[in-house]
């Protein structure tokens, strides 16, 4: 008899374990991801045409560097950059050590 397979390719009436269920932490993860490809994808592909493979490559790096690390605010991080929250952190770091 051939086993039948359901979600995630686990058989019929088969029990679920502890390690079928993914973690919250990875749920969180995949939000942050999906988010970032969102973002990515309205604010930077689908407003531009590419030459080729190559120049998308170029410009979206150019995208990533330029507009979402050093301008565009981030409401994880407090509205402010990546870029700016990386400076006030290490400012922190180097008052905390001559403390």
Known sequence: ??????????????????????????????????????????????????????????RIGEFLEKVYNEQRLHSALGYVSPVEFERAQRAEQKMAGVA
């Open 1 to 58: 008899m051939i086993a039948e397979e359901g979600k995630a390719g686990r058989k019929v009436g088969e029990k679920w374990s502890a390690k079928m269920v993914p973690s919250p932490a990875a749920s969180n993860t995949n939000n942050v991801c999906e988010s970032f490809m969102k973002t990515l994808k309205w604010e930077e592909v689908y407003r531009s045409e590419y030459r080729d493979l190559q120049d998308a490559r170029l």
